[in-house]
Structure formats: C-alpha cells, structure tokens
C-alpha cells in the first residue's frame, strides 16, 4: 500500500515532526504487521527517527549541521546557492524504515519521525509505503 503525505516546512532549516501523520494513515490502511518505508522526493530534505520530547535536541541537530556546512563561505559553485542543503540532505538521507505491530509504529517513548528541511519553507511529499502480510 502506498501513500502521498505532505508536509509543510515554514523555515529556511526546519526539523517538522509528522509522526501523527503517519501514525494516522498507517491505521487508516488496516495493516496489522509489518514495516513502514519512508521516503521523500526531494534533493534538499531528509528524513529521521530523532527526539521528540525536547525541542531543543532538533535545534541542537541544525546548529550542528550549519555549523559543519554553512550556506555561504564555502565556496560553493551552485548557483542557486543551496549546495549546502544538498549537502545536508545526502549526509541525513532520503528515507527511514519503521516496524509496526498491531497496527502501531514501534518508536521508542522519545522517539519521533521528522522531515529535515534544509532549503525551505515549503510543501515536500513523502512516500509511504506499508509493506505488511495479508491476513
């Protein structure tokens, strides 16, 4: 079963937690068991399984990033001057795989699914795909 989600960035640099998205869809789909796939379409934008508890872990992860690769400075010969998004894009990647059983994502208690923005804000489609055995 595959779906489109769509999630909304509002920042250049932004981590956007979803997991009630995917939460709601997975159930919505009726899979009992099985793995969600995760994948987004774009070359500036990752996804990750981080905290989710305390806002200051994804701030800490984006001083991190922009302090490794800075938007300008670099030398960067891309003229639309978001080499570093890419960068950052290829360094979180595209995609994360998540169990689920009974018709749950199996995240631990801190842990939620987040699409890192590094060339934003904007509107990014993730794929979903549930892969489960037929009951």
């Known amino acids: 079963i595959m779906h489109t989600l769509k ?6 640099e932004e ?14 789909s009726g899979a009992q ?14 996804l990750t399984v981080n905290e989710n508890a ?4 994804p701030r800490d992860m984006l001083h991190a990033l922009r302090t490794l ?4 400075g670099m030398g960067f010969r891309h003229g639309e001057e978001n080499s570093d998004a890419h960068i950052k894009a290829s360094l979180v990647g595209p995609s994360v795989t998540i169990p689920f059983s009974e018709g749950r994502l199996l995240l631990g208690r801190w842990q939620g699914i987040f699409l890192c923005e590094f060339d934003g804000g904007r509107e990014r489609k993730v ?3 549930v892969l489960s055995q037929p009951k």
Do not use: K, N
């Open 7 to 12: 999630v909304r960035s509002h920042q250049r």
């Open 33 to 46: 068991e099985g793995v969600v796939v995760l994948y987004v379409q774009h070359t500036t934008a990752g």
């Open 69 to 72: 690769l800075p938007q300008h």
């Open 54 to 57: 305390d806002p200051d872990v």
């Open 127 to 129: 794929i979903m795909t």
């Open 15 to 28: 981590l956007v937690e979803f997991t009630d998205e995917v939460q709601t869809t997975l159930s919505e």
